[in-house]
């Protein structure tokens, strides 16, 4: 560990460290390096009440199931498991591996039907990991669904290419929207359900950070991509690793809306790095130029933590408070308080565009015609108009107000600074 540069923390971060018998274990069985199984392993014969049901589930609902089974089955412990929750690993297993297929068929399908068309479209996140040999199995790596980044300028046309491709918009997501919504919300197009049942989102751009008055998106992603992969006589590209890893920490440590996510993004960074050790420079300097170069540091120097602490490191906790916080978020039994507190910082950070922000804010109360007589279920009539008395008084009724914590807004505040490079790590 003397290589990460990590010491035992302060009394603060110790107990801020504070883990689970079940949080140590989904630390430990994340990743298949030497020390992880060696804490693992430990872990196993050191606790005689372990609570495998929540250790599962909590597993599967960060989609680290077939990880920990895959670690398990590594150390020769998975006949160790009680036999409902085993049964409920390898069913995992099982499907996620069928998943996999589907998804690696379905993908290639769309893209080169959008490549015979001329539309240059890249896979993202889980679907450009299916269709690389970065993880060594397949299913060991889960999705929800298959994103695929096209031109901006052409989206509506390989909208219609995926509509002939047999995939249809999602019944709830074809009614009427508020007008303005937060930038996260509008990186791609409204979900679609395929005739193998998986559903499709296109993207028409992979973030919405900016930086310097740029958006970091198609543009530098198509001018990265190299590797190609052939179906038939249609080629398709993949993503640069750098790229995709970029996108992966920008969509679960800087969007702060699918933390559940953090320690599967940890895992693919650790599978792509394994495979291509020169991926982690490339990425820092693509991370720095967009100004992302905190959040993507953090990720590394955590995914290294997992990858080498000892059990004895583990519990201390590392003396850096980045680590520790990032981890936490991680392992939140449920993260929908904290998206909201971030969704907050969003709305009334007013440093950056700020009309487009009064704008958002605007939009909450003054949302459209047809949105509003949905949201009251009535015809969209000039009557409708009286419901925006009754918007205000709803919106408070639907308030999370958990997310006006002061731990929340200091969580997402310090995870905002990490992001850019801003905040001061203790050693």
């Known amino acids: 560990m ?10 603060v971060v110790v107990i801020f460290m504070n883990w689970t018998t079940t949080d140590k274990l989904l630390l430990s069985g994340l990743l298949p390096s030497e020390a992880s199984c060696a804490r693992l392993g430990r872990l196993l014969e050191r606790e005689s009440e372990i609570n495998w049901e929540a250790v599962v589930q909590r597993a599967l609902t960060r989609g680290t199931a077939a990880l ?11 006949d160790g498991v009680p036999l409902v929750q085993r049964a409920a690993l390898e069913e995992i297993n099982h499907r996620w591996a069928a998943r996999h297929l589907a998804f690696v068929s379905e993908a290639t399908r ?37 994103d695929v980044l096209v031109e901006p300028g052409r989206i509506e046309q390989a909208e219609r290419i995926v509509s002939e491709c047999g995939y249809t918009e999602l019944e709830a997501t074809t009614q009427a929207r508020p007008r303005q919504r937060l930038p996260n919300e509008r990186n791609h197009r409204p979900p679609r359900r395929g005739p193998s049942g998986l559903i499709l989102e296109l993207h028409h751009r992979a973030f919405h950070h900016t930086q310097r008055g740029r958006d970091f998106g198609f543009a530098e992603m198509i001018g990265q991509a190299k590797s190609a992969i052939t179906s038939g006589q249609t080629s398709f590209l993949l993503p640069a690793p750098e790229d995709l890893c970029l996108h992966l920490v920008h969509h679960t440590i800087v969007d702060l809306q699918s933390t559940r996510s953090i320690l599967r993004t940890l895992a693919d960074l650790y599978f792509i790095f394994e495979r291509e050790v020169a991926v982690r420079e490339r990425l820092k300097q693509r991370a720095s130029a967009f100004g992302l170069g905190g959040a993507v540091q953090l990720a590394c120097e955590a995914c290294d933590y997992l990858t080498e602490a000892t059990l004895e490191e583990l519990e201390r906790a590392p003396g850096r408070e980045d680590i520790a916080l990032l981890l936490k978020t991680a392992l939140l039994e449920s993260p929908d308080t904290l998206a909201a507190t971030a969704r907050l910082f ?8 700020p009309l487009a922000k009064i704008g958002n804010l605007l939009a909450l109360l003054f949302t459209s015609k047809q949105h509003l007589a949905q949201l009251y279920h009535m015809p969209a009539t000039s ?34 600074k990490i992001a850019q490079g801003n905040l001061k790590t203790e050693d």
């Open 68 to 78: 920990l089974r895959l670690n398990l089955a590594r150390i020769g412990e998975l």
């Open 383 to 416: 009557r409708i108009y009286l419901n925006y008395l009754r918007r205000p008084f709803d919106l408070l009724r639907k308030f999370n107000w958990a997310s006006l914590a002061p731990a929340n807004l200091r969580q997402v505040r310090k995870l905002r």
């Open 2 to 11: 003397s290589k990460l540069g990590l010491a035992v923390g302060s009394l």
């Open 346 to 353: 969003e709305y009334f950070d007013l440093r950056h565009q």
């Open 110 to 146: 769309l893209l080169s039907a959008l490549a015979e068309s001329g539309i240059q479209a890249l896979p993202l996140k889980g679907t450009a990991l299916m269709l690389t040999p970065y993880y060594p199995q397949i299913g060991l790596r889960a999705a929800v669904d298959m």
